[in-house]
């Protein structure tokens, strides 16, 4: 095994793994570890937009977007941390400027902004243009920069680097184990510092925006540490998924004016939504899709619906929607400047996560014990920003302005914290003879079945619209893949660039994850935001007001825990848009 | 429909020399060239090696050379594909193991190019401004994905690897296009010399290779114009 040291290592090359090496990196020796390159993180396939209060294109305030971010997340974010991240959402988008981002313009020369569903000013009234934007290149353009600054500020790169295994100790994280892909050899990093930023999850889902891999990395190795996962019931499904393939058509092609058709020709959002028809936040639409979709006013009776630009007109479309334009021509063989998109709801996002305080501190009791030396931001953590749903645009904001925080954080920390610790060699010892014991995998079982089994069955079963038999066959389901898992067997027996045994481990790493999802919906008898129940379809606040936090219990099981939610300023009231 | 592809294979950690193994897919209404690569890395050979991530042509993982053409394996329609489909790595880069190749040299020719904003003058506390006309000015430049299909198309490059390439010099161009950046002179000794801008022989192979349908040889001619400007 080789032995590296950094003040601070980071897991993740998206935005926000990137904003905290790049902030920490000047002040302290910053190494970061991607298993992609870190152009190819999934960051860089946001296309709408980054929401801010900038104003530039009407009236707009913080407190407008904080109230938007509060009733979008249906009363179940952290309104501390929400108020934290639409105040900070501005001077972090004109240092992002600053840095270089290649944002849209207004005709004097301002950041241009856009509408978003759920964007609106005056405390809920009229729609506000919030997303600031590059054209529907948005997330790839602030990827780029934050690694071309990174580069800049002399961070260490480990690219494709698989991280296997946390090394904690009396509740000091040390450092991790990863796997160098290319050579298959096992590397120790040590560090003060470790920060989490591994983005989502939805790879568990079979219709998904998600890229491969997105597979809930550091959530399945927090919790294999026995930290708590947050809100794992949560998880946002996007109207716009192209259809069949469930790639990202941004809210950016409703923002600008799109309709939704079902079967009959109906703008069908006036029965779901009258006042802000298509612009309402995620959750309403998809579940509006979803339902006429299952009355059968798909299109052609299929599961799919019609997003129609073309009245938007080619202009507008080639200059605004350029990716979606071209994503459309090549996936679907479709002009959307002449003819409609077919679309589907899509796993998209996911609310929950490692929970950490407003400093990026994991907690390693969900509430308020730091593990020392852990941190964690972006898609990853659960702080709580988004609540029960999130809204447009807030997700590579969140990525931004907490990847920062995370950055000036750490560097404060190590610091006042000392010398790194030599580590122990038992940690690293059990992390190689877990490898290896995968790596000798040579059951029956086939890694494909199983992953396909588990995709499957979490987009029937744990889509939007649940039920409390639908989450119990789940639950059961699960633990049967794992009991399955623990015979699968490979066939590449060699260690240089094996993604055969990283997809491998990735499937054990979405087993785990998937589980405390089922379990943590099943557990919810409400319905709020993201999370329908058929079952219990009102929001229920004097019971289900809170947090949920799934600990790992040494057993393999899994206890439920509570939280209460922070609120500071809106009261719960009845959501309707 | 039942397709045949023929893909390199190497994994020198096996045998010493590479060749090619022909795999028989059924293939189903709309997949891809990635699509039938995981079908056969699921189905048939888990050996089989290859980078992808987001599946729609945003991340620039899974560059290849698909029938004689680079291009990304997850943007290429099978049905678009006549005969038996032959898929190889990238040329002009070290292979690692199958479809996979060494892409180090060119992440550092990008870092070589200091392709971050230079800015003459400190910030205000709001924006720099800049005006939708100059904002396009970086049109065609920003939208590059890194996938590597152009510079591995460039024969300058095949020649000497040295040679920044055309994906570092369009990163170049985005820069110094930007009209909030002024570090043409500090970026003058990377560009302005033996492997920078005057190794292009303006082939145009990379035009071709582009999945994002670039331009980075007109980029170079932009960095050509600047730096004769810079002299007059």
């Known amino acids: 095994m080789e032995h590296h040291r950094h003040d601070v290592v980071v897991v993740g090359a998206g935005i926000a793994g990137l904003y905290a090496a ?41 407190e407008f977007h904080f109230y938007d971010t509060v009733r979008g ?3 179940l974010g952290d309104q ?22 290649p944002f849209s313009r207004t005709a004097e020369g301002k950041i241009a902004q856009r509408p978003f569903g759920g964007h609106f000013a005056d405390f809920g009234k009229t729609a506000v243009k919030r997303a600031c934007y590059a054209a529907d ?93 947050e809100d794992m019931e949560f998880v946002q499904f996007h109207p716009t998924g192209l259809y069949p393939h469930g790639i990202l058509i941004s809210e950016a092609a409703r923002g600008e004016g799109g309709y939704l058709f079902n079967n009959d020709g109906m703008r069908f959002m006036e029965k779901y939504a009258k006042s802000k028809m298509e612009l309402a936040p995620r959750d309403v639409v998809s579940r509006a899709e979803q339902t006429e979709i299952d009355e059968g006013r798909g299109i052609d009776g299929g599961e799919y619906l019609h997003l129609d630009l073309t009245h938007l007109g080619e202009k507008t479309i080639l200059e605004r929607l350029p990716q979606i334009h071209e994503l459309v021509v090549k996936f679907a063989g479709i002009d959307c400047t002449k003819k409609p998109i077919p679309t589907q709801p899509t796993a998209h996002y996911s609310m929950g996560g490692i929970p950490t305080d407003l400093d990026t501190r994991v907690l390693r009791d ?12 972006g898609e990853c953590a659960c702080v709580s920003n988004h609540g029960a749903n999130r809204l447009g645009t807030n997700s590579t904001l969140e990525a931004a302005v907490f990847g920062r925080r995370g950055g000036m954080v750490m560097a404060r920390f190590v610091k006042e914290a000392g010398p790194i610790l030599p580590g122990a060699e038992r940690p690293t010892r059990e992390a190689e003879e877990g490898f290896e014991h995968l790596c000798a995998s040579s059951g029956p079982e086939s890694a494909k079945r199983i992953r396909a089994e588990l995709q499957a069955s979490m987009t029937d079963n744990v889509g939007i619209f649940r039920t409390a038999a639908k989450l119990q066959k789940q639950v059961a389901l699960i633990r049967d893949l794992k009991a399955r898992f623990e015979n699968v067997g490979i066939s590449d027996r060699s260690r240089r660039f094996n993604t055969e045994i990283t997809e491998l481990i990735e499937l054990k790493y979405m087993l785990d994850f998937s589980e405390v999802i089922a379990v943590s919906a099943l557990a919810r008898e409400e319905s709020r935001g993201a999370h329908s129940r058929n079952d219990y379809p009102k929001r229920d606040d004097n019971q289900w007001l809170r947090h949920t936090l799934a600990f790992r219990e040494a057993d393999g099981s899994l206890r439920l825990d509570y939280k209460p939610v922070v609120i500071t300023r809106f009261q719960p009231e009845e959501r309707k848009y | 429909m039942e397709r045949q592809f023929k893909i390199y294979r190497f994994n020198p950690e096996a045998a010493p020399a590479a060749s090619f193994q022909t795999y028989t897919v059924d293939i189903q209404h ?47 329609q099978v049905e678009s594909l006549k005969g038996v489909i032959t898929v190889e790595p990238l040329p002009g880069f070290k292979v690692i193991r199958d479809l996979v190749t060494d892409m180090d040299g060119f992440f550092s020719h990008l870092e070589a190019v200091k392709p971050w904003l230079i800015a003459g003058t400190p910030p205000t506390d709001k924006e720099r401004v800049q005006s939708p006309e100059d904002r396009k000015l970086i049109d065609g430049l920003y939208e590059c994905i890194l996938c590597g299909a152009c510079t591995s198309a460039c024969p300058s490059y095949w020649v000497n690897d040295d040679f920044l390439g055309p994906a570092a010099l369009l990163k170049a161009a985005r820069y110094v296009m930007d009209t909030r950046d002024d570090g043409l002179t500090d970026r003058l000794d990377v560009l302005d010399s033996r492997n920078g801008i005057w190794r292009c022989h303006t082939i145009f192979n990379c035009v071709e290779a582009c999945p994002k349908s670039l331009n980075p040889t007109e980029a170079i001619v932009k960095l050509r114009q600047k730096l004769a400007a810079l002299r007059i």
């Open chain 1, 80 to 101: 501390d941390a929400q108020e934290l991240l639409v105040k900070e959402a501005i001077p972090v988008m004109y240092e992002m400027e600053h840095l270089g981002v």
């Open chain 1, 366 to 377: 969900g509430k308020k014990q730091a593990v020392e030396g852990l941190f964690a931001s």
């Open chain 1, 137 to 229: 290149r948005s997330g790839h353009a602030q990827l780029h920069c934050l690694y071309e600054q990174s580069l800049k500020q002399g961070v260490r790169f480990y690219n494709e680097f698989f991280v296997i295994s946390l090394i904690i100790e009396d509740g000091t994280c040390r450092g991790l184990v990863a796997l160098e892909i290319r050579t298959g050899v096992l590397h120790a990093f040590w560090a003060r510092a470790v920060m989490l930023a591994t983005g989502g999850y939805a790879r568990a889902w079979r219709v998904t925006s998600n890229s491969h891999a997105n597979t809930g990395d550091g959530l399945a190795l927090v919790a294999a540490a026995g930290v708590p996962l």
């Open chain 1, 73 to 75: 997340g249906d009363f």
């Open chain 1, 22 to 62: 790049m902030k920490a990196g000047e002040s302290a020796d910053v190494g970061v570890l991607s298993k992609v390159y870190p152009t190819r993180s999934h960051s860089g396939a946001a296309q709408g937009g980054c929401a801010a209060a900038l104003g530039n294109e009407g009236n707009d305030s913080w």
């Open chain 2, 30 to 76: 709309a997949w891809t060239v990635l699509d039938a690569l995981n079908a056969i890395k699921w189905d048939q050979d888990g050996s089989l090696s290859f980078r992808r991530s987001c599946r729609h042509g945003i991340c620039g993982s899974c560059a290849m050379k698909i029938n004689g053409k680079n291009g990304l394996a997850c943007e290429v």
